[in-house]
């Protein structure tokens, strides 16, 4: 079994930082790209920022210059440090990671069960 753990979420004023945090766990051979997603009420799942194996990063146009993805290989953990939100950044945020279990196995993608972040004006 593979999990996938957020961390890190909270309430925090319009201006302030959080850092989320993603911790894959289990029976795992090789992770592939990683990356948050964000979903808020009555909205699509969104893509934030994605990382590959190698540390090649890329964001959506509304996080670019305010949020940071990164990785620790060792750790198999994700991070995510977002600094000067804004309301607007209020969602359920979640951890995706394309995950091998064994070496003859192709990755598959697997999600953690989310956390909320809510940023107040």
């Known amino acids: 079994q593979v999990q996938l753990v957020e961390s890190g979420g909270g309430l925090v004023q319009a201006g302030g930082s959080l850092r989320l945090s993603c911790a894959a766990s289990g029976n795992i051979f090789s992770i592939n790209d990683m990356g948050w997603y964000r979903q808020a009420p009555g909205k699509q799942r969104e893509l934030v920022a994605s990382?590959?194996?190698?540390?090649?990063?890329n964001y959506a146009d509304s996080v670019q210059g305010r949020f940071t993805i990164s990785r620790d290989n060792a750790k198999n953990t994700m991070y995510l440090q977002m600094n000067s939100l804004k309301p607007e950044d209020t969602a359920v945020y979640y951890c995706n990671a394309d995950i091998s279990t064994a070496r003859w196995l192709s990755a598959r993608p697997r999600w953690g069960q989310g956390t909320q972040v809510t940023v107040s004006s």
């Open positions: 990382i590959t194996s190698g540390g090649s990063t």
